[in-house]
């Protein structure tokens, strides 16, 4: 490197960043925990001071302030009490983990065991020698990191202090269940789940509740050939939730992923999900749904690489917007030249209920093979006046003729949900909270 680029503008903010980060980090201490756990700690905490916490000039954080997610300590919010319906998934038969403030509670949960499962607290495993989640807790994370960087991920793997492991090596009627509950205003939560999913195996896993003032949460899954993880994921309906999730998923050949996410609600929350296609056949399908009103930035950021010929991949985001709340999708699908016979398709879109709403979208294509079908498109715009117009004529009133557009919307997403009965929970949700809160 000359001399002149070393002190160029764009070096002095790297190095002054990268300074920054450091005296932020300089007093931290990682968890405790055995030699394999601190090492993948260590790695994550020296990826993070090589690459600075976001800022909002970077590409990716353009649309999002990432002030709130990393400022110290998190700002106090106070808990919020839902009375008027009952807590998502509970008619669900499911086996229930529970952690309140970020901290497992075993009396709320229920055993850690279940046929075809192997489950264990992150904090445990942490202290093992051995431990099966040694190849991956951090390693999908850290592959993730490139080409973008995503700090708050390397954040998690270094300093989470709690979460569950869970390997899978049959088909699993149950679903897990992950409950996030909160107590103390001020908390914040830190979890770091990893999935394994062995060849033939299948799992649902389900995630609910806000956890936290300021939550980050962090889900590594491996699915191995011929698998499947079906991944629904609601996020409570507090006004003042900040928080960012990250999924990195790696998918073997005949393996299917299909991930949800419901948000209703929040301050700030950003959702980031990097999968990688690796076997000829995987398939991958991420999908959201989102409503907010108000003070509320909602973040769908996803990166899908298809690295193997005939895989399938699916971006399906839909989100509603009130009162000047503000929406951002950011995806891309990139096919490498491998991967002929590639199916990916994109879509993010968005209803403006007002003027002062806003959806910001950056969607991409990167294709290096020559066989392929691949599509996107994005859109926002406020609900059909010639819709509108015909439920009215058929004597529906104007608020119910509205909450029926909406759902229908709304539609394409939830569809992306595998089961029917977890669908229709979510649908029964939506259709509440409209009720309850009109446009």
Request: aromatic fraction near 6%; proline fraction near 4%; include cysteine.
């Amino acid at each position: 490197m000359t001399a002149a680029a070393a002190t160029s503008p764009r070096a002095a903010r790297f190095a002054a960043r990268l300074k920054a980060t450091g005296d932020r980090l300089s007093g931290l201490e990682l968890p405790a925990s055995s030699a394999w756990m601190a090492r993948a700690r260590d790695a994550a905490l020296s990826r993070l001071k090589g690459m600075g916490l976001p800022e909002k000039r970077d590409e990716y954080w353009r649309y999002t302030d990432p002030a709130r997610l990393i400022q110290e300590p998190a700002t106090p919010v106070p808990v919020f009490v839902i009375s008027d319906e009952a807590p998502v998934f509970d008619a669900i038969d499911r086996l229930k983990l529970v952690f309140v403030d970020g901290v497992f509670d075993p009396e709320a949960s229920d055993e850690l065991t279940g046929e075809g499962l192997e489950i264990c607290r992150l904090s445990e495993a942490g202290q093992a020698d051995i431990h099966w989640a040694q190849d991956l807790y951090g390693i999908l994370e850290a592959r993730g990191q490139a080409p973008v960087a995503r700090p708050l991920a390397a954040l998690n793997t270094a300093t989470a202090t709690d979460g569950v492991l869970i390997r899978a090596t049959g088909k699993v009627s149950r679903p897990v269940a992950l409950v996030y509950r909160r107590r103390d205003p001020g908390a914040e939560m830190r979890l770091h789940h990893v999935i394994r999913v062995e060849p033939g195996a299948e799992l649902t896993v389900l995630e609910s509740g806000p956890g936290a003032a300021r939550s980050s949460v962090v889900l590594e899954a491996d699915l191995a050939e011929g698998s499947a993880l079906h991944h629904v994921r609601t996020q409570g309906r507090d006004h003042a939730r900040v928080g960012v999730t990250h999924v990195f998923a790696r998918v073997a050949a005949q393996a299917h992923l299909k991930s949800f996410t419901l948000s209703v609600n929040g301050a700030l929350v950003r959702n980031e999900a990097v999968v990688w296609l690796e076997g000829e056949e995987g398939s991958a399908h991420v999908a959201g749904a989102a409503m907010g009103d108000g003070a509320f930035l909602h973040d769908d950021t996803v990166f899908i690489t298809h690295s193997a010929p005939g895989c399938e991949s699916r971006q399906v985001f839909k989100k509603v917007l009130h009162n000047g709340a503000v929406g951002v999708f950011q995806g891309k699908i990139l096919v490498e030249r491998a991967a002929q016979l590639t199916d990916g398709y994109q879509i993010s879109q968005s209803l403006l209920m007002d003027e002062r709403s806003q959806f910001l979208a950056k969607p991409e294509l990167e294709i290096y093979a020559d066989n392929v079908k691949c599509s996107h498109g994005s859109t926002s715009g406020e609900l059909d006046a010639d819709h509108l117009f015909y439920l009215r004529a058929r004597g529906i009133g104007q608020e119910e003729a509205k909450r029926l557009l909406i759902l229908s919307f709304l539609g394409e997403a939830l569809d992306e949900i595998a089961r029917d009965d977890l669908a229709d929970d979510m649908r029964d949700r939506l259709r509440g909270w409209l009720e309850r809160h009109g446009d």
